[in-house]
């Protein structure tokens, strides 16, 4: 069963250093989102990005975060300048129907757990 | 206010029975869909169920179902049988029109043990 890909599981940095966090999306869909998750806390929303431009982003996603797509398949998180906290488990998720559509179905990673020390 | 409640962290069931995992929404749209994943300690969330404001019937997916009260705006996620690979902590989501459908609002979720 296809699935979204989310490399590496658990990345430990130092603070102030940049991280680029790595995302395979299922292979057929254009929507791609980024969540992240701190500890004991809710899920919360990050970014949407389709046909290589931001859709919607969160206050969350200032101008310490950017978003790529760099080539056909990966999808990419840069965290510049990691602070202690953004420590978090960070998901991202795709989905093969536009965020137009409510039952537009987001499908997630394993997510990327990150440790800023 | 909370736009997402749920307000049991901890559930206990024994296996083969059902439990019922509560969520309760707060929306002035009249579009929106609402969500269930399941987020096993392995760390990856799940898609279960979906219900759409819209949808006359009960979603049901297997031995998922959602009690869906739209007039009490609860949208409550029904396991029966369960099994002990249930064991994980259950999230309840919503999507609004008026976010534009990108943005899926979660719940601190409910974490359900399932005991043989």
């Known amino acids: 069963e296809p699935e979204v890909t989310q490399t590496p599981s658990h990345q430990v940095t130092q603070m102030g250093q940049e991280v680029i966090l790595r995302c395979v999306p299922i292979s057929n869909h254009l929507y791609f989102y980024w969540y992240r998750q701190i500890l004991g806390q809710k899920v919360e929303f990050l970014v949407s990005f389709y046909n290589n431009e931001i859709s919607e982003k969160s206050e969350i996603f200032d101008d310490q975060f950017s978003v790529e797509r760099p080539d056909g398949s990966n999808f990419t998180l840069k965290i510049r300048s990691t602070k202690l906290e953004d420590s978090a488990m960070y998901f991202c998720?795709?989905?093969?129907?536009?965020?137009?559509?409510?039952?537009?179905?987001?499908?997630f990673g394993a997510g990327t757990r990150l440790s800023v020390l | 206010a909370q736009k997402i409640t749920q307000t049991q962290p901890g559930m206990f069931v024994q296996e083969k029975e059902a439990v019922t995992l509560d969520c309760t929404y707060d929306t002035s749209d009249q579009s929106y869909g609402l969500f269930w994943y399941k987020q096993p300690s392995s760390g990856e969330m799940i898609f279960l169920i979906y219900q759409g404001s819209y949808d006359e019937q009960n979603a049901t997916e297997g031995r998922y179902s959602l009690n869906f009260q739209k007039a009490r705006k609860s949208a409550n996620l029904v396991i029966s049988a369960s099994q002990l690979g249930d064991s994980a902590m259950y999230f309840c989501?919503?999507?609004?029109?008026?976010?534009?459908?990108?943005?899926?609002?979660f719940g601190k979720g409910t974490m359900l043990l399932v005991s043989p």
């Open positions: 998720a795709s989905s093969i129907s536009p965020p137009g559509l409510a039952k537009n179905i987001q499908y």
């Open positions: 989501a919503m999507r609004e029109a008026s976010s534009g459908y990108s943005t899926l609002t």
